[in-house]
């Protein structure tokens, strides 16, 4: 849990602090690579610390992962410039992808399928508990103290959960994989690395730092799916490929991974797309707003622990299913809010939003953990993690674009004696909003509509993606999850005395 706590808080306690941030060391013009250098490093790395998982064990590449995730910690807190400080958060985001799976793995590892529920419901609440807290603590570390100190404060906590890990964590590997030489397949990881970073530059930075149809977009899209042809040509003539094959040719897996996949697309429209909802028509602060999403936080850890209730009685496809479907009309409901209406109603969206993904999510996750022995389960959690990252990448472009193409044509359409000095995109028509006095009140109120339609139209089309999901669970799901020998005995990893945790 505080390996977890690591790797949540670090991804939003940095948001408060950018100001700060380029006023020391400048930059401004790249200072979103804080966030996407991160973000690139975790997705691309999760499915190489899965498959070394699967080799080596947990316990190694947790250790590994939190070292260096502390040590870019360390190297973020003495930056000198935007360039370095960039570079150190892509080495935290190599740390923090082997945290994310290789800490849901162990839970697995270490307890039986009706225990699942509960501990993946407390590590859920530590990481929604960091994601609200984060951006505060951000604040008051940035006010009261130095920016450095956001990074600095990852070193106690850090060494605390390493000393835990080395000190308590035990676990050897089945005699098997003892027996024989690990082969890591290096030029699969570096296809991989390539692959995945030049697809999420490319969807992170187009139509932001370039036009979606200008070269360097063209030529990111091109360089990935040259690396993806590679990627495939070198797995399959791997002894050991870090993505293996029967990932895919699974139903089970691949389905989840698909269906997650979707999921993370829309996940965009409440995590990016609601602060600035809430503080563009409801007129709130950013706190007042961060409250409105954490609605979601609260829920979601709740139902999660109590999904098993359902998913033994119905079957985790139904149960996943029944998650997903109220999810589509959660979603739906939100472009039926009044304007302006009040902070409280699109909380209780979320409210409910997220105890619907709690019963969805968490069920499919442990339905793949159990269908699979130790040496395959590293790989297959590391799968369906890579493609919900991935979905959230596509759904920030996808939905980014949404929002400036509706935006666009609310602003040709405003009426002449308002249309001069009407800001062109969702962030300045935000910051026009927060500038008081800067806008007439029916201009304001123009845009504020506008605002509301364009996140209305995001939020529809997260419903088409929870749809699509609940299409896929449908289709290519196997109506009874296969549960492996070791989950259905309740065995675990075996402890170094040799014995095994029962359920």
């Known amino acids: 849990m505080l390996c977890m706590a690591l790797a949540a808080l670090d991804s939003t306690i940095i948001a408060t602090a950018v100001p700060q941030i380029v006023a020391d060391l400048g930059g401004f013009a790249v200072f979103s690579w804080l966030f996407s250098g991160y973000l690139l490093a975790v997705t691309v790395s999760l499915p190489v610390y899965g498959k070394l998982s699967d080799t080596f064990g947990r316990k190694p590449i947790l250790v590994t992962g939190v070292i260096v995730f502390l040590v870019g910690s360390l190297l973020c807190a003495g930056a000198w410039d935007m360039g370095s400080l960039i570079a150190f958060r892509v080495l935290q985001g190599l740390g923090g992808g082997a945290l994310q799976g290789t800490i849901h793995t162990i839970a697995a590892d270490l307890y039986p399928m009706k225990e699942r529920p509960r501990i993946q419901a407390k590590l859920s609440t530590v990481w929604a508990t960091s994601a609200v807290a984060g951006p505060g603590i ?12 956001i990074f600095l404060v990852n070193l106690p906590v850090g060494a605390l959960a390493l000393w835990l890990v080395i000190r308590h964590f035990r676990e050897s590997l089945p005699a098997r994989e003892r027996d024989r030489r690990p082969r890591i397949d290096w030029p699969g990881a570096l296809a991989i690395f390539a692959s995945g970073g030049l697809l999420l530059s490319a969807l992170v930075q187009g139509g932001v730092a370039w036009p979606w149809f200008s070269v360097p977009s063209l030529l990111l899209f091109g360089g990935s799916a040259l690396c993806v042809a590679a990627t495939v040509v070198i797995e399959r003539r791997a002894a050991e490929p870090i993505i293996p094959g029967w990932v895919w040719r699974r139903r089970t897996i691949s389905a989840v991974n698909l269906a997650l996949g979707a ?3 829309l996940m965009v429209a409440p995590t990016v797309f609601l602060p600035t909802y ?7 602060g950013p706190i007042a707003a961060g409250f409105v999403l954490s609605a979601m936080t609260l829920s979601w850890p709740v139902s999660s622990a109590l999904s098993s209730h359902v998913y033994n009685r119905t079957g985790i496809r139904a149960c996943a299913m029944t998650g997903i479907g109220a999810a589509t009309l959660i979603l739906l409901a939100f472009p039926l809010l009044p304007y302006p209406g009040a902070a409280w109603q699109p909380a209780l969206i979320m409210l409910a939003l997220g105890a619907a993904l709690g019963i969805f999510q968490l069920p499919l996750i442990i339905g793949v953990q159990s269908s699979v022995g130790f040496e395959e389960r590293g790989t297959a959690t590391a799968s369906i993690l890579f493609c919900r990252q991935v979905g959230q990448c596509v759904g920030a472009a996808l939905f980014g674009a949404v929002a400036n193409a509706t935006l666009n044509a609310r602003l040709a359409d405003a009426p002449a004696d308002i249309r001069p000095g009407l800001p062109g995109d969702l962030d300045s028509v935000s910051h026009a909003l927060a500038r008081a006095g800067a806008l007439t009140d029916r201009a304001a109120d123009y845009l504020r509509r506008a605002v509301d339609v ?3 139209h995001v939020y529809i089309g997260a419903a088409v993606a929870a749809a699509l999901a609940f299409l896929i669970l449908l289709l290519l799901a196997p109506r009874r999850f296969p549960v492996h020998g070791e989950a259905a005995s309740g065995t675990a990893v075996p402890n170094t005395r040799g014995e095994g945790l029962k359920g």
């Open 454 to 456: 364009a996140v209305e």
């Open 278 to 284: 809430a503080q563009a028509v409801l007129g709130l």
């Open 263 to 265: 999921v993370g697309l």
């Open 138 to 149: 951000g604040g008051l570390l940035t006010a009261y103290a130095d920016w450095r100190w």
